[in-house]
């Protein structure tokens, strides 16, 4: 059985106010009418020029934002059906890394209280486990226990990302949603991290959506691939299918303008 089932997902933003003045009616689907399956333990890597829709549909996913209409079931549990009390279950399951490691960690926060906060609110810890438990999260994502007391301001970017990884690790989900997680570092940085996770699904048994507008990069760590152009899926299938024998044209064109990655 799939772990998520996504079925005629779509989302519509308005458009806001007319240029003549007033209201307008006119609106945008974001995502539209996206259906697809991930299985356990694999990566889909869902790729795409900016503003293609990518980031709208892993948000819609976790119910970060919620669907105009459509479909999503996790593990078989309708999440769309689900009760506030249920989804607050369900997050201990499915988590996301953000995009900008500078940005998604409250800089007031010390790294202790950024990777613990996910297990105060879901986890009756004492606080020498909670504690422990920080400490365990920091190793497996390749920094020093000594980083607990600093600050987000006083990492690299690539530390900074490390850091959110723990805190998507804390409560040992099923599945993450990685939001372009290495398209604000440098290249050698950016492919680390791209390490780091494949190493890290191989330890625990990860199951990913790996958003990127890097080809070479998903075509890496990606079990499929699926190409969202305008807020469709326009192709979908196996990283060797989609890098080696394109279908649809913007899948070509996406190939010939991203250089290949080294990681």
Partial sequence: ??????????????LG???FGGSTKAEVRAVDDVSFDIEPGETLGLVGESGSGK??????????IEPTSGNI?????????ASHSDM??????MQIIFQDPFGSLDPR???????????????AMSSPSRRQRVNELLRVVGLDESAVRRFPHEFSGGQRQRIGIARALALRPKFIVADEPVSALDVSVGAQIV??????QREFGLTYLFIS??????????????????????????????TTHPRHSYTRNLLKATPEVVV
Wanted: include cysteine.
């Fill in 1 to 14: 059985m799939p772990l998520l089932e996504i079925r005629n997902l779509t989302k519509t933003f308005p």
């Fill in 17 to 19: 106010e007319s240029v």
């Fill in 55 to 64: 980031s709208t549909l892993g948000r819609l996913i976790l119910r970060l």
């Fill in 73 to 81: 079931s996790f593990e078989g549990c309708d999440l769309l059906a």
């Fill in 88 to 93: 607050r279950r369900y997050r201990r399951d």
């Fill in 109 to 123: 926060m010390s790294v202790e209280d950024v990777v613990a906060e996910p297990l105060i609110i879901h986890e």
């Fill in 195 to 200: 390490n780091l996770m494949a190493q890290l």
């Fill in 213 to 242: 507008h890097s080809m070479p990069v998903v075509r890496y760590l990606a079990t499929r691939i699926a190409v969202m152009y305008r807020g469709k899926i326009v192709e979908i299938g196996t990283s060797q299918q989609i």
